[in-house]
């Protein structure tokens, strides 16, 4: 059974500032990895996917993959206000057709 | 415009009162989901719809069961509420039941179960 864990659970920052979240996973045969964004009160809307080993970028957003480490991550360049939302990673593939296992989420908060 | 729609958005019922939720999409996407989300848990599937009356069980299927007649249309039927099935529920769909494919969400419905 797929564990998706994400950290932190919560994060504060100033605009402008770069933004790290993490998640890690534990089927090592996992191949897609999505990440989704949820302002409050909202649905989760899809931010970005990548489904091979290393760096995707679009726009301010960038995300990591290193599957042997069964990790990765989404870095935020410049955070503005409006990228305040809960971040949830999720996790497809491997053992688990045709569905995605999700983490807990980020709530990320970015001061004016 | 690709939308999924819930109904209803907002509903109150008694421990024991059997609950209808819907959700319907435009996209004639293939696989449906029908997902709980509670604070600290992130999103669990509750059933996932491949087509029409081909239906499996999610991670938290006891206490639910679902429906699927047509392509736009899944329900998720709640027998007897339950008070800890008190959550907000969304309903997803994609393209095909490839996890290389988005998944679009509803807007949810918020369920208080007394």
């Known amino acids: 059974q797929q564990n998706v864990q994400q950290s932190p659970e919560s994060l504060i920052v100033p605009e402008g500032a770069r933004t790290s979240l993490n998640c890690t996973f534990s089927?090592?045969?996992?191949?897609y990895f999505w990440w989704y964004r949820q302002h409050s009160g909202k649905a989760p809307k899809a931010l970005m996917s990548i489904f091979s080993n290393g760096e995707k970028e679009e726009g301010r957003f960038t995300i990591h993959l290193n599957k042997a480490s069964l990790h990765f991550s989404l870095h935020i360049r410049d955070s503005q206000p409006s990228d305040s939302a809960l971040y949830l990673c999720?996790?497809?593939?491997?053992?688990?057709?045709?569905?995605?296992?999700f983490g807990a989420g980020t709530q990320l908060i970015v001061i004016p | 415009d690709m939308k999924v729609t819930q109904m209803p958005r907002y509903l109150i019922k008694r421990m024991g009162e059997n609950v209808l939720l819907e959700c319907g999409q435009d996209?004639?996407?293939?696989?449906m989901y029908w997902y709980r989300q509670d604070p600290g848990l992130g999103l669990q599937l509750i059933y996932i719809s491949y087509d029409v009356d081909s239906n499996s069980e999610g991670d938290i299927p006891k206490g639910y069961r679902v429906s699927r007649k047509k392509r736009e249309h899944f329900s998720l039927i709640l027998d007897s509420a339950k008070t800890n099935q008190t959550s907000v529920y969304f309903c997803?769909?994609?393209?095909?039941?490839?996890?290389?494919?988005?998944?679009?969400f509803g807007p949810g419905t918020r369920l208080t179960v007394l």
């Open positions: 089927d090592s045969a996992s191949q």
């Open positions: 997803a769909s994609s393209l095909s039941g490839g996890n290389y494919a988005e998944q679009f």
């Open positions: 996209m004639s996407h293939e696989t």
């Open positions: 999720a996790v497809g593939g491997g053992s688990a057709l045709g569905r995605l296992h």
